[in-house]
């Protein structure tokens, strides 16, 4: 065994903090109070390489490993950045890119991948509908052949990015009695006549992300969009939710870093009873409380990137135990965190009650808790 | 980086498993109600097994190999929680006394018997109303012919009952050293063992010392400081958290099968959410605490300066995770956990002392926010 990670691995992880530190984080408050997307963040994500960066070098990526990728999602978190724009950088590179990157044809790579990974067009995946959350095989969108095109029937809900989104990832089924052979995947661009996005949905946390509706009326989309084989949308969604188990969940745990410094420092700072509130123990419990669930936490991600990196393809095990554990595990020292800064906790200023709210995605988002123990019980 | 184990790993811990056969199971038995005669004699024969594969040499020769040492750890703890810890203060505190702060000679007489598994030690540390955390240890030696007369209480020795040496932590002049003590010799009387909640294969008993003669040569120091006594205590304390994942597996393992293979309203109740869904939230601390005490061990071997803070978080997620997933194991087993003798009602039972020996989670927690304070 060996938990290092190699000496260019923690440089660029160091570069990505300088980077996010000076570039990003002093735009985050605004924007996610605002509820905000914040467009030019998200291009200086691209400049800088992160949007791409396990994308070949021939497509603009950087040929990087999956481990940095996740690593670059700890750095943006451990810099200050929100969780939202964590989130729209996730349902971008790795939801809606990384599935045509990795299934798509040579065409479908070199017209999407360089834009995507430039930040040029923002993309999103639409697999859950209004009637279908966890349970996939339901999905009711249709994808019917006519002539040289698809055409698409259907809603998607909770979609990151969809109203922002240039290129969305749909999943349809195209066989129409079959559950999960049934689906397949498609590239739909914005503007294609017949596809629309519902109204940003307010949310309680991730606010700088934008969410919403994508509706499909006879939406007409060449036959060339379908990725890879017609039914074999199931398996790249399941591949999919690996990034989501992984990549996507890393940002939390850069993100509880985060917020620990800000803890020590506010435990030093504040004083209560003639000493630092650090001194005492019941605050001193809490802050070990979080140190411990970021140490706990922090390899369940990297051994999913190092499976991945090892080629082994499918690691539902691994992902369900490390989103299991993220998701449920972090509601107790994320609350410990905002309570630790009293009434100041509170306030949207310490940015402490930030990540309180965008954490609270974590048991939900990309599948749930539940769904973990599911797939769990499942495979024991 | 790297999650397999490597090919020694996997050996050594084949081989650990290989010590052990369908007739184990009786011996563990006589070991958990057993008396002191027993208990000997059931450590000491599976003792010599341990040493034959090179269990015993761990931490003694290539001190740095934490991983190894806490894969071959996890393997034994699996197996017999109670000879499990019986094993380790032998091997890897007396013996590790020795083999780091030990001289030539005492080396020489010691190391060979202790990774051949002939010989019993135990290390005896706390005191009575107190801990070496914060206050001195009272037991002292004071000069006398080729040695030292040795004077103090002792609590909670393990091993104290069934060892041939202990190695006792005291003063001479205000600096800590360890006399080397044989058993039966003049002066040191061992305390009726003390029954215990769990663990209750492990002898665990006081000891008194009154004028008790220690020669030169059998002691070690004298130490300015006190980092003797931390690293003793870091060493207990990576022994509980490999003892937290055996105590885990088994716990996990009972509960599954029986999950598998009891049946209600015709089905198996890992079927229904109510069971499955516990075992998932199982498996997840088993897995999260496992990859947590592995980074910890790697930490050591690499001197990671998070090495100590990272160790103590990994010392307390896995024990308080061990009494959760024993908790969760005796549910699942419902009637049939309850009764004696089976893994889950012992986990339940032997979860306890994880937190509360070595460095105590209170106190572990306390370092760990003293270093979270450092942070910015």
């Known amino acids: ?380 | 980086m790297d999650f397999d184990y490597s090919e020694t790993q996997r050996n050594l811990r084949e081989k650990v498993k290989g010590v052990f056969d369908t007739d184990s199971k009786a011996s563990f038995a006589k070991l958990e109600s057993g008396d002191d005669d027993e208990i000997r004699s059931v450590v000491s024969r599976y003792l010599k097994a341990l040493g034959q594969v090179g269990y015993l040499t761990l931490g003694l020769e290539n001190e740095k190999d934490t991983l190894g040492l806490v894969a071959a750890q996890e393997s034994l703890a699996t197996i017999s929680p109670s000879l499990f810890l019986s094993v380790e203060v032998n091997a890897r505190i007396f013996g590790r006394l020795i083999a780091v702060y030990g001289t030539a000679d005492q080396k020489s007489q010691f190391l060979h018997d202790l990774k051949e598994g002939r010989l019993i030690g135990a290390v005896a540390l706390s005191e009575g109303g107190m801990n070496i955390e914060n206050n001195p240890l009272n037991t002292a030696g004071v000069p006398f012919g080729e040695g030292f007369l040795v004077a103090g209480e002792k609590n909670y020795v393990v091993n104290a009952p069934i060892a041939g040496w202990i190695a006792i932590a005291g003063t001479v002049k205000e600096n800590i050293v360890f006399f080397l003590i044989k058993k039966g010799s003049e002066g040191l009387s061992i305390g009726q063992r003390l029954p215990t909640m769990g663990y209750n294969g492990m002898a665990i008993s006081t000891i008194s010392l009154k004028n008790c003669s220690a020669l030169s040569k059998y002691v070690i120091g004298p130490f300015e400081g006190e980092e003797p006594l931390k690293t003793i205590r870091m060493w207990e304390d990576q022994i509980l958290t490999a003892g937290s994942l055996g105590l885990m597996h088994r716990c996990y393992t009972t509960a599954l099968s029986y999950a598998k293979h009891h049946k209600s309203g015709n089905k198996p109740i890992i079927a229904y959410q109510e069971v499955g869904f516990k075992l998932a939230e199982m498996l997840t601390l088993l897995q999260t605490a496992q990859l947590l005490a592995y980074r910890a061990a790697w930490m050591a071997e690499t001197n990671n300066r998070e090495t100590s803070v990272v160790a103590h978080c990994a010392k307390v997620f896995c024990a308080e995770s061990a009494e959760e997933v024993a908790s969760q194991a005796l549910q699942i087993l419902g009637g049939h956990g309850y009764i004696d003798g089976n893994p889950a009602e012992e986990g339940y039972r032997n979860a306890k002392y994880l937190q509360i020996a070595g460095t105590s989670a209170e106190i572990s927690r306390m370092k760990i926010a003293d270093r979270v304070l450092q942070m910015d």
């Open chain 1, 1 to 380: 065994m060996d938990f290092s990670f190699t000496a260019e691995q923690l440089m660029f992880k160091e570069q990505v903090m300088r980077f996010a530190t000076k570039e990003i984080v002093p735009r985050v408050q605004e924007h996610e109070l605002k509820g905000e997307f914040d467009f030019q963040s998200f291009r200086k994500l691209g400049e800088f390489g992160i949007l791409g960066l396990h994308f070949s070098e021939e497509l603009g990526g950087s040929d990087v490993d999956v481990v940095t990728s996740v690593l670059v999602g700890e750095a943006l978190g451990e810099a200050g950045v929100d969780g939202g724009l964590t989130l729209a950088y996730g349902a971008h590179t790795f939801l809606c890119a990384d599935t045509i990157f990795a299934h798509g044809t040579d065409t479908q790579r070199k017209k999407y991948i360089p834009k995507l990974a430039s930040g040029e067009w923002i993309g999103c995946m639409g697999l859950t509908e209004p009637g279908a959350g966890s349970d996939v095989a339901s999905l009711a969108t249709r994808a019917k052949k006519r002539g040289d095109k698809y055409v698409l029937n259907g809603n998607k809900m909770f979609i990151t990015n969809g109203p922002v989104s240039d290129v969305a990832v749909i999943y349809a089924k195209t066989g129409k009695d079959l559950k999960h052979a049934g689906i397949s995947a498609f590239i739909v661009e914005k503007g294609a006549a017949g596809f629309s996005t519902g109204k940003n949905l307010i949310k309680m946390g991730v606010r700088s992300s934008h969410t919403s509706e994508l509706i499909f009326e006879d939406c007409e989309i060449p036959e060339e969009n379908l990725i890879g084989q017609e039914g074999a949308g199931f398996t790249m969604a399941m591949q999919t939710v690996e990034w989501d188990r992984s990549a996507l969940l890393a940002p939390f745990i850069g993100g509880m870093t985060y917020v620990l410094k800000k803890c020590a420092r506010f435990a030093k700072e504040r004083y209560q009873f003639g000493r630092p509130i650090g001194e005492f123990q019941a605050i001193k419990h809490k802050l070990s409380d979080i140190k411990i669930f970021i140490e706990a936490a922090r390899s369940l991600c990297y051994r999913i990137a190092w499976c991945k990196d090892q080629g082994r393809p499918l690691n539902h095990l691994e992902a369900a135990v490390a989103k299991l554990f993220v998701g449920d595990w972090s509601l107790n020292p994320a609350n410990d965190a905002m309570v630790l800064h009293g009434g100041y906790g509170y306030c949207h200023e310490y940015e402490v009650e930030r990540y309180f709210r965008d954490s609270r995605l974590a048991p939900i988002g990309g599948g749930t808790s539940e769904i973990s123990k599911r797939i769990i019980s499942k495979l024991i």
